[in-house]
């Protein structure tokens, strides 16, 4: 076990209990230890909020799903597609592994019913955001890699985004906006557009944060969401509607 290793609270083994076999049903995979699975479902707040041994709740297991998650993706498509370029490729993961797209993995399975939020977050309607979400659907790949190592995790993400893979693939539909405005930015400026978050409100529960793009140096839209990936993803899509319009 890795430092991810936390004894959920009792409150935690009585949320899930006889849920987990519907949970794992949904999302195709039975653990051998349901700790793994009740862990990746315990957002910060909580774990603050119930004084958990480790106070970061999910966020570890999170960090090493976001990585087998993108492993796996890339697998696939190295696998699926042999003749496509690099960039095509990359194109296509982003328009994949994306917070709009994981987070739709989440509500595809139930996921929101079952997680563990604080107060502050179950008052501000936490099982709907897409941050939390994307982060909790991570955390539970990682849960199936530590429980049944890389092939389980790599069965699992190629069930769950074959569908997707076949509809992005052939249409060339991406739906990354921060990767189809670098991808403009390079050929139109010969240059990469940078994001700076210029305001950052509220409490961590309900923090909302505002991003800016600047194309060499040149300051165009602004986005705001709940999380910086969001608001950055806001902001690209509205300098890139801004761009195709000139």
Do not use: W
């Not at 190295?78 to 095509?88: A, C, K, T, V």
């Amino acid at each position: 076990m890795t430092g991810t290793d936390t004894k959920p609270s009792a409150q935690a083994q009585h949320n899930l209990g006889q849920n987990a076999a519907a949970l794992q049903d949904a999302i195709g995979y039975h653990f051998t230890d349901i700790r793994l699975l009740e862990k990746a479902l315990i957002h910060k707040s909580y774990a603050n909020e119930q004084k958990l041994a480790n106070k970061f709740g999910n966020e570890r297991l999170e960090f090493l799903g976001d990585a087998v998650l993108e492993l796996v993706i890339r697998h696939i498509l190295l696998q699926r597609f042999p003749d496509f370029s690099e960039g095509r490729l990359s194109n296509i993961r982003a328009a994949i592994v994306n917070e709009e797209s994981l987070s739709s993995r989440a509500r595809t399975f139930g996921i929101g019913d079952h997680i563990l939020l604080g107060r502050g977050e179950l008052d501000s309607d936490g099982r709907e955001k897409k941050s939390i979400l994307a982060n909790v659907y991570e955390a539970i790949i990682a849960a199936v890699y530590l429980d049944g190592g890389f092939t389980a995790a790599y069965d699992l993400v190629q069930r769950h985004f074959a569908a997707m893979i076949d509809d992005v693939a052939p249409k060339g539909f991406y739906r990354d906006y921060k990767s189809r405005l670098q991808e403009y930015c390079q050929k139109k400026f010969n240059a990469l557009p940078r994001y700076f978050i210029v305001t950052e409100e509220g409490p961590d529960h309900i923090k909302m944060y505002e991003s800016q793009v600047f194309i060499n140096g040149t300051p165009y839209a602004r986005g705001t969401g709940h999380s910086k990936k969001a608001a950055e993803q806001e902001a690209a899509q509205k300098t890139l509607q801004d761009l195709l319009q000139e």
